[in-house]
């Protein structure tokens, strides 16, 4: 079966300092994987999404990059995070759009 | 551009009660329409998908309809328990965009 794993669960920064979160999916290949953002009482914001190895697409322009390194890794990072970087971030994943999406524990970030 | 409503933001029952969420959207070009759960802090957890040829589709107490001509969706959770308390998503894959657009959520709380 496919699982997805997301860490860390939590993550506190300082203003200024550099971010990498990490996703990976187990037992699928070249899957579709999705950043997501949601702050506090709001809905998703999709932030970026790949549909293969270095394919990337941004949604919104931002403090904010996303990588694919290998088929089942996508890696969001900034070089500088900003206190507005601050939510809870989703990753997920899907075999194809007709098919939904499976998503994974999130991290809460706060930038401080 | 998809838009997804889901009304009312907040919802209040005592144990037991049938209820409904609803979920309305403007492009009725979907593909699919996902239901997800999403306990606090916590990543969505997919409660039900329905294809845009299906009708509804029924997982224990719950059931989900589609209406494609006029872009709404229905969950209904029979026989309400407190552990149903959590915020209720649907989002809607248009194949035209390749990726889905999420609702803001409907928080439900059902009280013992």
């Known amino acids: 079966s496919q699982t997805i794993h997301q860490w860390p669960a939590t993550l506190v920064q300082p203003v200024g300092s550099p971010l990498s979160l990490e996703c990976t999916v187990e037992?699928?290949?070249?899957?579709?994987l999705y950043w997501y953002r949601q702050a506090a009482g709001r809905g998703l914001q999709l932030l970026f999404y790949?549909?293969?190895?270095?394919?990337i697409s941004s949604e919104v322009p931002q403090n904010l990059s996303a990588s694919r390194p290998q088929d089942r890794q996508f890696i969001l990072s900034s070089k500088k995070l900003l206190l507005s970087d601050s939510g809870f971030y989703l990753c997920?994943?899907?075999?194809?759009?007709?098919?939904?999406?499976?998503f994974g524990s999130g991290t809460r970030l706060t930038v401080v | 551009k998809q838009e997804v409503t889901q009304i009312p933001a907040a919802l209040s029952v005592p144990e037991g009660e049938n209820l409904v969420l609803n979920c309305s959207f403007t492009?009725?070009?979907?593909?699919?329409l996902q239901w997800f759960r999403q306990d606090p802090g916590k990543g969505l957890t997919s409660l039900l998908l329905?294809?845009?040829?299906?009708r509804e589709q029924t997982s224990g107490r719950l059931n989900a309809s589609l209406d494609k001509s006029s872009g709404r969706s229905t969950l209904y959770i029979a026989a309400s328990q407190p552990g149903d308390s959590a915020t209720y998503l649907c989002?809607?894959?248009?194949?035209?965009?390749?990726?889905?657009?999420f609702g803001d959520g409907t928080t439900l709380t059902v009280k013992p």
């Open positions: 997920a994943w899907s075999p194809g759009g007709r098919y939904g999406y499976t």
């Open positions: 492009d009725s070009a979907i593909y699919n």
């Open positions: 989002a809607t894959y248009n194949t035209n965009a390749g990726k889905s657009t």
């Open positions: 037992g699928t290949s070249n899957p579709n």
């Open positions: 790949s549909v293969g190895i270095g394919q």
């Open positions: 329905i294809q845009s040829s299906q």
